[in-house]
T-cell receptor
Framework: DSGVTQTPKHLITATGQRVTLRCSPR?????VYWYQQSLDQGLQFLIQ???????AKGNILERFSAQQFPDLHSELNLSSLELGDSALYFC???????????????FGPGTRLTVL | GNSVTQMEGPVTLSEEAFLTINCTYT??????LFWYVQYPGEGLQLLLK?????DKGSNKGFEATYRKETTSFHLEKGSVQVSDSAVYFC??????????????FGTGTRLQVTL
């Protein structure tokens, strides 16, 4: 168990809909990352938040957005969903204020999104 | 930009065989290198890491050495078990300046070990 939790585990929805994926980082971790894993694109970085602020952006579509709240949990919002958005979405955390800065990331179990 | 190239899979081995999964990278500066493992139906787990040239990461019988001269980080295990069957991802991260940075992953190599 990595200590990173993600809900829901599975999500099935229709095209055009909007969903929210939730992530709780390991206790003390300040950074949250979102990754998308799909068959055709592999594992791709979407976005990083550090202590509530956006820190880095990757291949994230404009239809997608994220935020990190004061309690450090994060949400990834996906809107106007398309069939091609079906994928496994992982959250990872790092940067424990207790252990000092380091670049090891711990992954949650993922949310499998199916768009029908 | 950064990139990671892994050998194509699947790799099928008999139990107790020797494993090598090749990984090479392209990066500016001096990245940290990682191997992650994904068991069926699960998330990614960090297997091992190396943060500077000539470092050797090791865990659970797996080893990989950070080779700056060949920009490689090949994963090896002397004797694989059926329980090692999984997908293995090589990844790199820019050297951090206070906070970790995003991981760039290879395409993953599926390993299947048979009795």
């Amino acid at each position: 168990d990595s200590g990173v939790t993600q809900t829901p585990k599975h999500l099935i929805t229709a095209t055009g809909q909007r969903v929210t994926l939730r992530c709780s980082p390991r206790s003390g971790d300040l950074s949250v990352y979102w990754y998308q894993q799909s068959l055709d694109q592999g594992l791709q970085f979407l976005i990083q938040y550090y202590n509530g602020e956006e820190r880095a952006k990757g291949n994230i579509l404009e239809r997608f957005s994220a935020q990190q709240f004061p309690d450090l949990h994060s949400e990834l919002n996906l809107s106007s969903l398309e069939l091609g958005d079906s994928a496994l979405y992982f959250c990872a955390s790092s940067g424990s204020r207790l252990a000092g800065a380091h670049n090891e990331q711990f992954f949650g179990p993922g949310t499998r999104l199916t768009v029908l | 930009g950064n990139s990671v190239t892994q050998m194509e899979g699947p790799v099928t081995l008999s139990e107790e065989a020797f494993l090598t999964i090749n990984c090479t990278y392209t990066a500016t500066g001096y990245p940290s290198l990682f191997w992650y493992v994904q068991y069926p139906g699960e998330g990614l787990q960090l297997l091992l890491k190396a943060t500077k040239a000539d470092d050797k990461g090791s865990n659970k019988g797996f080893e990989a050495t950070y080779r700056k001269e060949t920009t490689s980080f090949h994963l090896e295990k002397g004797s694989v078990q059926v329980s090692d069957s999984a997908v293995y991802f090589c990844a790199l991260s820019d050297r951090n300046t206070g906070t970790a940075s995003k991981l760039t992953f290879g395409t993953g190599t599926r390993l299947q070990v048979t009795l």
